[in-house]
């Protein structure tokens, strides 16, 4: 029943921008710290930025000035807005929301992700 799913990727130039928006299924967003990761062939799956429940925000260095996260708790939406776009930035782009569900009547912690869209920066 829980689900995310993200949209808006694409092909774009360098200096560009595009919007990343996430949709999540179920009543945890509002007090889930949502966060935005993006993955490359080969490499690990990196965290570049996330949103708390109260707003605060987080960002790596590498995206830092460029990208922007934010949320619509009554559209249970994500957003990315990524400005000034680098091929360097190209990956396969992901929504995540960490979670404690009771399993057998034990907390447990899992990660929901999104299917992932991907993001193209070339020229």
């Known amino acids: 029943q829980e689900q995310l799913v993200e949209s808006g990727g694409g092909l774009v130039q360098p200096g560009g921008s595009l919007t990343l928006s996430c949709v999540a299924s179920g009543s945890f967003f509002s007090r889930a710290a949502m966060g935005w990761y993006r993955q490359t062939p080969g490499t690990q799956r990196e965290l570049i930025a996330r949103?708390?429940?109260?707003?605060?925000?987080y960002y790596v260095d590498s995206v830092k000035g460029r990208f922007t996260i934010s949320r619509d708790n009554a559209k249970n939406t994500m957003y990315l807005q990524m400005n000034s776009l680098k091929p360097e930035d190209t990956a396969v782009y992901y929504c995540?929301?960490?979670?404690?569900?009771?399993?057998?009547?034990?907390?447990?912690?899992?990660?929901?992700w999104g299917q992932g869209t991907l993001v193209t920066v070339s020229s």
């Open positions: 949103i708390f429940s109260g707003g605060s925000t």
């Open positions: 995540q929301a960490p979670l404690v569900k009771v399993v057998d009547g034990t907390d447990t912690y899992v990660e929901l």
